[in-house]
């Protein structure tokens, strides 16, 4: 097998994407945005794990050596099913960066995710094992913007920021992106929240898989050049827009 396989449910694992390619740029990566499915955060487990099995048998088929689960939501609902269900295979997921928080010591922390992961038991664990007495965390759902992102709506995308946000200017010092479609509009949410560190998480799972990857001994040792296939779900003009992203710093 020779490919990294990355998915998630549209546009936003293309800010861990371009973290796996900066860091390993000789690999060749595969990409699936399920786009037609998004907003994962809507959805119930058993519908979420249907809907993942798929799209792990399709980045089977298409030679995947290791597969990234570049969505909060997905991974906090399906990873151990997953990883069950397929014993043979290397999954790196996603979760929310509030261990990084805990570590800078941050003391009034928002937790900004999709209103799946908001309520997750993930979650929930890795507040009861990385949250000082000392520290505030504020659990923020980020309703609907995954699918406002993945539609480009920039009027909308502002309105619900502004609404959802504008309540904790005088009360964060961090905010931790909890959905990966959340890293795509990290300059929207600076103009809410102004000066505030926003902590993603996307290069420590970078890393992650590169260990996996050299632990096993699939890190491809050649320096030929990479390359990079993405497919979309939904059209081909969220294709040619995911190109356009990665051309930008995210």
């Known amino acids: 097998m020779s490919k990294i396989g990355v998915f998630d449910s549209g546009l936003g694992g293309l800010s861990v994407l371009k973290e796996l390619m900066h860091l390993m740029p000789n690999e060749e990566y595969y990409f699936y945005e399920d786009s037609i499915h ?3 955060g809507e959805k119930d487990d058993d519908e979420l794990f249907a809907i993942t099995s798929k799209i792990v048998d399709t980045l089977l088929e298409r030679d995947c050596k290791i597969i990234v689960i570049a969505c909060n939501t997905a991974t906090t609902a399906c990873m151990r099913r997953l990883r069950e269900a397929y014993p043979n295979t290397i999954f790196v997921g996603t979760v929310p960066a509030i261990k990084v928080a805990y570590d800078h010591h941050y003391q009034h922390t928002i937790i900004f995710s999709t209103p799946y992961t908001t309520k997750s038991r993930r979650v929930q664990e890795l507040i009861h094992d990385y949250h000082r007495e000392d520290q505030d965390l504020y659990l923020v759902s980020g309703e609907n913007l995954a699918g406002l992102i993945e539609e480009n709506q920039e009027k909308e995308i502002h309105q619900v ?3 959802i946000l504008s309540p904790y200017k005088d009360k964060a010092d961090s905010i931790v992106l909890g959905c990966t479609h959340y890293s795509l509009i990290k300059k929207e949410i600076s103009e809410v929240l102004p000066n505030i560190p926003l902590i993603d998480g996307t290069i420590g799972i970078s890393q992650e898989v590169k260990r996996q990857l050299e632990r096993h001994n699939l890190l491809k040792k050649e320096e030929s050049p990479g ?3 993405i497919v979309n779900t939904k059209n081909e003009e969220l294709i040619k827009r995911s190109y356009e992203i990665l ?4």
Do not use: N
């Open 247 to 250: 051309e930008k710093v995210i």
């Open 38 to 40: 998004v907003p994962y």
């Open 227 to 229: 390359s990079l296939e």
């Open 161 to 163: 920021l502004e609404r």
